[in-house]
Every structure is written in C-alpha cells, then in structure tokens.
C-alpha cells in the first residue's frame, strides 16, 4: 500500500514545475542536472525502499507452542537488514485488534545499519482463540523528503495456535442432568450404588451388603457382587462451524471463533468430566466422528480443537450442513443431540438441544 503525503508531494510538484520552467528559459547541464534529480527523486526512493524491503529479515516466536486466550506470553522478534544499505525509521504495524503487545507500540519505528539486526522483546497476550497470524503484520517505509510512505507485509510472517480456556461456560446453559439418565450408552468410568448380577472374589473391604450369599453357599467361598455400570443416554454434540478462507477472518470471525470453541470444549468437558460418554461430529478437514468419556480423550479433542476445526473444500461443509438439516427435520431417535453454531443465521440460536 502506497501513501501520499499531501503536503510533501505539494512542495515537491511546485519544486519540479519550477525547475522544468527554469531549465526552459535558460537551458544549461545545471539546470538540467537539477531538473532531472527532481524527475528520479521518486522512482529512486521507491528502488532504495524495495532494495531495503528485499533485504529484510523478520523471525517472530512465543515461548511456548499453545498459548491460552487471555494468558501472557513472551514474544520475541528478531529483525535483520542482511543489505549494504542502511534501513532508517522504518515502522512496524501490529496486529493489535488480535493480540496485546505490551512492550512494542503500533507504528513503533527502527533504524537499522547495513547487516544490523535487533531483538525486541515484549509480553504478549492473545484475544481469541483459534489459529491465526499475531505480532508484526507489515512494515513502513517513507522517503528521505516525506514525499510517500510505502507499507508491506513482513516476509516471514508468525501463525498463533491458540487454545480456549476450560471454563462453565456450558454448565448454565447444558443442564441435561435429568434427560441424560434414562437408557442408553454405559459408562465407563460411574456405578450404579446398588450391586448388579456380576461377581468376583471376596476382597477385604468389600462391604457386607455386597456378598452373594447364595453363590457363596454354592461354591463354598466368599463372592462379592459388582455393581453395573450406569447407564447414561446417549449425547452427541455437532459442531457446525463456519466456512471462511484465511484471507476472511476479520475480529467479527475471530470473535465468533472464539465463542464457539470455548463452547464446545466446556461442553465436551461437562459431561467428560463426569464419565458421561458422548459422541463429537465435527470439521477436520472432512467430518470427523471421535468419541470422549474421560480426561484422556478430552484432552485429545482439547488438542486439535484450537487448529483442528477446518474444511477441505466447500463439499465438506455442505455434508455437515445436510447433516444438520436432516437432524432438524426428521428428529432423533439415539438420545439428546446438541447443536453447536458458529454463524447461526437470523433467528437462530447459537446452541440446540434436540430430543
């Protein structure tokens, strides 16, 4: 992007008539000399500019590899010239409404000599969650007279994998507690409190009420009755989330990114967290099926949910789309089903429970 300074470029048209009215009247190599440096100012400055961009080197980094929205971090960018041309007052844009940089200012400039290189340091805290680019986005260059200023995207630049917080955020509204204990899917990880119809060996500690004590005459030593696992209905959340390129995520996506996987991570993580079973349909790429009933396999969707949650092509985003009408129209017979919206339309809701 090109930047014309209305005052700088207004001297400079003066200056240029003025020496082309002069050289005219009077002719000479001096006044041609000048009237030519005027006409070169500004395609030499913008070659200098380009030399110096070319020239430029830029590594950004966080110290650790997932950061959590809203946490602080150290951020470190190096920043070389590898020219023979001195880099002066360049200034660094930031992507400010994506992260805070505590320590580096937005249009903050640096002056670099020929094969210089600095390091600046500064905390850094992330606003959503999600995968995208944080830090330095572009850097400035203005021509020695103040004439125009020439803004570039940094050469190299740093992608964020930022991970949702594990919060209550679906607690208030997932309150299925007496729609979920009916029939269904077991549990792997609750009992029922009453004993069931298995049995093993008497070990000590078992308490009386749990001897069988007709196997126990049968076989003449001590069984204990096991407890069955309980049972839970089955749950199966669907995350519909948005379609949207790169090139498309504005903080009005980040924002409705953000929502969304906190969401669904506390989601997974109320009925996980208890032992209770439930089933994930979501965009990896393709549709994915994955199950979690335990801290283990909620950390496993808790580590693909911060970058995981893609499409391939727009056939895969229309898959989900169909299968989300389909659960709308004809209903569901396999237990409670809960809709998780990223874009919801007008008139829809962000979250479904469908029985």
């Given at each position: 992007?090109?930047?014309?300074?209305?005052?700088?470029?207004?001297?400079?048209?003066?200056?240029?008539a003025g020496s082309l009215v002069f050289s005219s009247?009077?002719?000479g190599p001096a006044a041609f000399a000048w009237l030519y440096?005027?006409?070169?100012?500004?395609?030499l400055s913008a070659a200098y500019i380009f030399a110096n961009f070319l020239f430029l080197r830029l590594y950004q980094e966080i110290e650790v590899h997932r950061p959590v929205r809203g946490e602080d971090h150290r951020y470190r960018v190096k920043i070389e010239n590898a020219g023979i041309l001195p880099v002066h007052a360049m200034g660094l844009r930031l992507w400010g409404e994506r992260c805070i940089l505590y320590d580096i200012e937005e249009g903050q400039t640096l002056s670099l000599g020929a094969g210089e290189s600095r390091e600046l340091v500064s905390g850094i805290c992330c606003r959503y969650a999600g995968s995208y680019d944080i830090g330095i986005h572009s850097v400035s260059f203005t021509d020695p007279f103040a004439l125009f200023t020439v803004t570039l995207p940094v050469p190299y630049t740093f992608r964020a994998v930022v991970s949702p917080p594990v919060t209550d955020l679906a607690d208030r509204v997932l309150d299925l507690e007496n729609r979920v204990n009916s029939s269904?899917?077991?549990?792997?990880?609750?009992?029922?409190?009453?004993?069931?119809?298995?049995?093993?060996?008497y070990q000590r500690g078992d308490p009386m009420s749990a001897i069988h004590w007709k196997a126990t005459a049968r076989l003449g030593t001590p069984m204990t009755r096991l407890p069955d696992e309980m049972e839970k209905r089955t749950v199966t959340i669907l995350m519909q989330a948005a379609y949207a390129p790169d090139r498309e995520q504005d903080p009005a996506f980040l924002q409705k990114r953000d929502y969304f996987l906190e969401f669904a991570v506390s989601a997974v993580?109320?009925?996980a967290g208890q032992g209770i079973p439930v089933r994930l349909i979501y965009p990896a790429g393709r549709v994915t099926r994955a199950s979690a009933d335990s801290y283990e396999s909620?950390?496993?969707?808790?580590?693909?949910?911060?970058?995981?949650?893609?499409?391939?092509s727009g056939q895969d985003y229309e898959e989900l789309l169909s299968l989300t009408r389909n659960l709308r129209s004809e209903g569901n017979e396999e237990g409670t089903w809960i809709l998780i919206r990223e874009d919801p339309g007008p008139g829809q809701d962000p979250v479904m429970v469908i029985e």
């Open positions: 992007m090109i930047r014309f300074h209305a005052k700088g470029m207004a001297l400079y048209l003066a200056a240029t009247f009077y002719g440096a005027m006409l070169l100012l500004i395609p269904g899917r077991r549990s792997s990880r609750l009992l029922e409190e009453t004993p069931g119809s298995g049995m093993r060996l993580w109320h009925f909620f950390m496993e969707f808790y580590g693909t949910a911060a970058d995981g949650i893609f499409y391939y």
